[in-house]
């Protein structure tokens, strides 16, 4: 199972990347995480593009629609997710992607957005007190509106500057254990996911 993680923040030391890069050491047998970037080549969502997408907006909806389910990683931003997390949510959220029907009958495709149907879940690190618990809340209630289907709970990680070492890596083996579980409970949904259960 190919399980993409996206990484809300930009920047090369984010604790939030590196955060993903603890799930990927924690990913169960079967489920291959792979960090996906591309956020910051998007343009802003716009519908006049729409007609002839640009290859950013291309790949990622190839690559997320490719993938198995999503696990992303939000900053919290002033209370809420960065824009540019939205902003990729927003193009991964309009109906331009061919794909064979429930039947899997080659003929008969709908349009369909990369995020219907599919098995999200959340994480995230703040510096602050509440580990970017806002922004994981407002990054559930984006996903399912786009008509994602968001697993689990929010894994908020507080304090983030006092939680990786140099290196990126975790101090802290009790989110080390959190992020197994939920991804556990992801990889378990994307099996029981609709589209799966008919391929
Ligand atoms: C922040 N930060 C922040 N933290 C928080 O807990 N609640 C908040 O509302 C905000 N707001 C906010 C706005 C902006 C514009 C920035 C740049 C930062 C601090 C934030 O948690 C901190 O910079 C994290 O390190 C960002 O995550 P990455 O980049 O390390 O993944």
């Known amino acids: 199972m190919q399980?993409?993680?996206v990484s809300g923040s930009l920047r090369e030391a984010s604790f939030n990347t590196s955060l993903l890069r603890e799930a990927v050491e924690a990913a169960p047998d079967g489920v291959e995480?792979?960090?996906?970037?591309?956020?910051?080549?998007l343009p802003l969502y716009d519908?006049?593009?729409?007609a002839d997408v640009p290859e950013s907006v291309r790949r990622l909806?190839?690559?997320?629609?490719?993938?198995?389910?999503?696990?992303?990683?939000?900053?919290e931003y002033n209370g809420s997710v960065p824009g540019g997390l939205k902003n990729a949510i927003?193009?991964?959220?309009r109906p331009h992607i061919f794909r064979p029907d429930g039947a899997g009958a080659v003929s008969?495709?709908?349009l369909?957005?990369?995020?219907?149907d599919k098995p999200v879940a959340v994480v995230g690190t703040s510096t602050g007190q509440f580990g970017a618990l806002w922004a994981q809340q407002d990054l559930k209630r984006i996903l399912g509106i786009a008509g994602a289907r968001v697993v689990g709970t929010e894994i908020p990680v507080a304090r983030a500057h006092e939680r990786f070492d140099a290196n990126g890596r975790l101090l802290d083996g009790e989110v080390f254990a959190q992020l197994r579980l939920h991804l556990t409970t992801l990889a378990s949904e994307a099996v029981a996911a609709p589209e799966r259960v008919a391929a």
């Open 90 to 93: 927003d193009w991964a959220s």
């Open 108 to 110: 008969s495709h709908k």
């Open 33 to 41: 995480l792979e960090l996906w970037e591309g956020i910051g080549d």
């Open 61 to 75: 909806r190839e690559d997320w629609a490719a993938a198995d389910a999503i696990l992303f990683a939000t900053p």
């Open 3 to 5: 399980i993409l993680a």
């Open 47 to 50: 519908e006049d593009l729409e």
């Open 112 to 116: 369909e957005a990369v995020l219907r």
